[in-house]
């Protein structure tokens, strides 16, 4: 195939996690999670406003802690649902997110790393106010822009015909 030269598309995303400590009457702990566990967390890769991402973004790989079973998840896209994961645990860690394209894009994964927060340490009375007013919710979350350089034809037509 041939690439569409001189052309560079961009798609904003965003990733990160977002945790709450377990609380009797705001996040009870079901039934069944270890007793160590103090939080429920989410990582995610979603569009802005939850825009489609998946005429772009295959799959998602999430590497967690290997402390935790089943460490290596892999998360298939659906079209308009964000690439999401929920676990609970005690600690804090760095999330290996790999993305898969679409095979007409004909690009290799690419890695992020993302650090899980459970705590809100070093955030400003500001936004610690804002984070009781949301349940205590420690929201860490990054904007990206996957750059598409020079696409080949077919996968240039599928970004620009959405
Ligand atoms: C620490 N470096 O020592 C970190 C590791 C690991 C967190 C944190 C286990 C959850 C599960 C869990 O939360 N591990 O067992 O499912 O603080």
């Known amino acids: 195939g041939k690439r569409v030269k001189g052309v560079q598309i961009f798609r904003p995303f965003v990733y990160g996690t977002t945790a709450k400590p377990f609380d009797e009457k705001t996040n009870p702990k079901p039934p069944g999670v270890p007793e160590d566990h103090t939080h429920s967390w989410t990582v995610f890769v979603k569009g802005i406003d939850d825009?489609?991402?998946?005429?772009?973004?295959?799959?998602?790989?999430?590497?967690?802690?290997?402390?935790?079973?089943?460490?290596?998840?892999?998360?298939?896209?659906?079209?308009?649902?964000?690439?999401?994961l929920h676990e609970t645990g005690w600690g804090e860690f760095e999330i290996a997110i790999?993305?898969?394209?679409?095979?007409?894009?004909?690009?290799?994964?690419?890695?992020?790393?993302?650090?899980?927060?459970?705590?809100?340490?070093g955030r400003t009375d500001e936004e610690k106010e804002a984070m009781r007013l949301n349940g205590g919710q420690v929201i860490s979350w990054a904007y990206e822009e996957q750059l598409f350089n020079e696409p080949y034809e077919p996968f240039y037509e599928v970004l620009t015909s959405g």
């Open 51 to 84: 825009v489609d991402i998946t005429y772009w973004l295959r799959r998602v790989q999430f590497k967690l802690h290997e402390s935790i079973p089943n460490h290596v998840r892999m998360i298939e896209g659906e079209k308009g649902k964000p690439f999401l």
């Open 98 to 121: 790999k993305l898969y394209y679409v095979p007409e894009s004909a690009e290799k994964p690419q890695t992020l790393y993302h650090h899980l927060r459970l705590h809100p340490y």
